[in-house]
């Protein structure tokens, strides 16, 4: 039997026995085990070494109170959210926005996703998210920290993504992003940012869905709504990276051209 793990709830803050949180959600099609390349494997041995996930992605990140807790307020609501996302994989291309319908609970998704996020931290996240844990710990409210933001797309092709903790600067325009999270699972690739106010943001720049308007609305309340999801393809573990096979290859044909 494995050793109990000990550490900093990323939540509330408090050193105790850790439990395993599902990012995304268990019952979100994230239950088996996944081989993924990841940014810091392929800097730290510059290889295509694909880290195993035996239990599906996720850390050993929060007390067994609040993951037991925060599963039961955002988990279902959230796991809802994807099966109905599923019912429309078929139709969607890469490249492609479709506008379609949806009856959610926007609230609950949102604090789901933001929770997926701050589970990916380091253990001194509670210092620097306090502001956002006591928004999540209230299930009822509605103080989003005007930093936060959350970006969605559909997942159409490439591998599956698991990040935070960078930065990504885009040295040909004035844009950045500081990636707390992304995470691409079908059907969804997610991507939290927190607000650099000098540089535009490189997820909007990729054309990603900013779903952080969700906050309006009020716990557990159903809601009806079309929305306007972009498709994105994702080849490479880096973060804001979805670049198509097209896409290389005429990148690749325009340098050798300024190398003739």
Request: charged share 20%; proline share 6%; aromatic share 14%.
């Amino acid at each position: 039997m494995a050793s109990p793990i000990f550490g900093i709830c990323r939540l509330c803050g408090s050193y105790d026995k850790l439990s395993f949180e599902h990012i995304p959600p268990k019952k979100a099609f994230n239950n088996k085990q996944i081989l993924l390349r990841t940014v810091q494997k392929l800097i730290a041995e510059k290889t295509n070494y694909r880290e195993p996930f035996n239990k599906g992605l996720g850390r050993y990140s929060l007390c067994e109170r609040c993951n037991n807790l925060t599963g039961t307020w955002y988990g279902s609501a959230f796991v809802n959210f994807i099966e109905q996302g599923l019912g429309y994989y078929e139709s969607v291309n890469s490249n492609k926005i479709l506008t379609l319908p949806y009856y959610i609970r926007p609230l609950n998704v949102l604090k789901q996703i933001l929770m997926m996020m701050l589970a990916m931290q380091p253990e001194n996240a509670p210092t620097f998210h306090f502001e956002l844990r006591k928004y999540l710990l209230n299930r009822n409210s509605l103080q989003l920290p005007s930093e936060y933001k959350v970006y969605l797309y559909y997942f159409t092709e490439g591998q599956l993504r698991f990040e935070s903790g960078t930065s990504i600067l885009d040295i040909h325009k004035p844009a950045s992003s500081l990636v707390l999270a992304e995470v691409t699972i079908p059907p969804f690739g997610y991507f939290v940012t927190s607000v650099d106010k000098s540089r535009k943001s490189l997820a909007e720049e990729n054309g990603l869905f900013d779903i952080t308007w969700f906050n309006q609305y009020q716990y557990n309340v159903w809601t009806r709504f079309h929305l306007k999801i972009p498709s994105k393809e994702t080849h490479f573990p880096t973060p804001l990276d979805y670049r198509t096979f097209e896409d290389m290859s005429k990148e690749s044909e325009e340098l050798n051209n300024e190398n003739i």
